[in-house]
């Protein structure tokens, strides 16, 4: 893996998944091979939206790697509020650290902040745009669960405003995967994803369809995502769909036995707490696996050891 900052899964190869998802993995079985590996070094948060998992896990990991975080807090206690742009933010905080995560509400506020910085920069979500580092523990938990190759996922909420789902789908069109995106027609993924989709995937190919009745019981993994409320422009629209696309008991009754569901959370109430105790979830798994995969990808970053 060469790059400098990590903006969109878009930019990774198939290798380099694999060398982040090995690594994660070698430090899942045993975290001392990085311990103290990054004492004295920072990691600056940026979150300009709300966060649980993100920044605890980045913050966790970190920790973990023997270094520590500096953390501008929230938008309303810092100079953001004094009219900042966030080019001068980015540029003072690169001083103070030796790493920057980034959550923004604008799409392509990532790339923007990563051309004024030197120090490597994490896009942990930029508005409906992308976050590859969500997609890492997404990989990470589908390959322990199913295997990357000869898959069969059903996507399914919000593909629309949802940046979990436009970097996972970009990231698993490198492997042999069968991609069925299930969704209102008003939240479809956006026809330039549909199109650079087509594009990028030699192996199985993308499907659309409203509803998961038809392709549930093909299924190897199927993920659900919340409808993003805070990204439409318009209260009604949210409206016609809320509740729409709910798994529960009863849905999962044609699934195969060995089906996974996954989830990035929060959920509201798309997967009924029902769900939790059965052998099918894996969303609290998979955001467990949010502190081994930041390590692994922070190692990498830091040291510079990004080359295949
Ligand atoms: C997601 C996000 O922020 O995009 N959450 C996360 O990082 N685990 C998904 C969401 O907010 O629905």
Avoid: C, W
Avoid at 91 to 120: C, F, N, T
Wanted: net charge negative; glycine share 6%.
């Amino acid at each position: 893996m060469r790059h400098d900052h990590l903006i969109t899964s878009k930019q990774l190869s198939r290798a380099d998944i694999e060398t982040v998802l090995d690594h994660a993995a070698a430090i899942d079985a045993d975290p001392s091979i990085v311990a103290g590996r990054h004492a004295d070094e920072l990691l600056g948060l940026l979150f300009f939206e709300p966060s649980t998992r993100t920044k605890m896990s980045f913050e966790a990991a970190m920790k973990r790697l023997g270094g520590d975080v500096v953390d501008m807090g929230s938008v309303e206690s810092s100079s953001v509020k004094k009219g900042e742009s966030l080019a001068d933010t980015v540029r003072v905080i690169e001083g103070y650290a030796d790493a920057l995560v980034l959550r923004h509400p604008k799409q392509g506020a990532a790339a923007m902040a990563s051309e004024y910085v030197d120090v490597p920069l994490l896009n942990a979500g930029d508005g409906a745009g992308h976050h590859p580092t969500q997609t890492m523990l997404d990989l990470y938990t589908i390959r322990e669960n199913a295997g990357l190759d000869d898959l069969t996922i059903g996507i399914m909420g919000d593909l629309k405003y949802g940046r979990t789902v436009h970097s996972l789908a970009y990231a698993l069109s490198n492997f042999d995967v069968r991609q069925h995106f299930i969704s209102p027609e008003s939240l479809q993924l956006p026809r330039e994803v549909v199109y650079d989709l087509h594009q990028r995937q030699d192996h199985a190919g993308i499907r659309e369809h409203e509803s998961v009745d038809a392709v549930l019981s093909s299924l190897d993994v199927l993920y659900v995502t919340r409808i993003q409320r805070e990204r439409f422009p318009d209260e009604n629209e949210y409206q016609q769909v809320a509740g729409e696309y709910q798994i529960d008991l009863e849905t999962l009754d044609t699934a195969r036995d060995d089906l996974t569901v996954m989830h990035p959370l929060p959920r509201v109430d798309e997967i009924a707490p029902e769900v939790d105790d059965t052998e099918y979830a894996a969303y609290f798994e998979q955001a467990h696996n949010g502190v081994p995969v930041r390590m692994a990808l922070l190692d990498l970053l830091l040291t510079g050891e990004t080359d295949e």
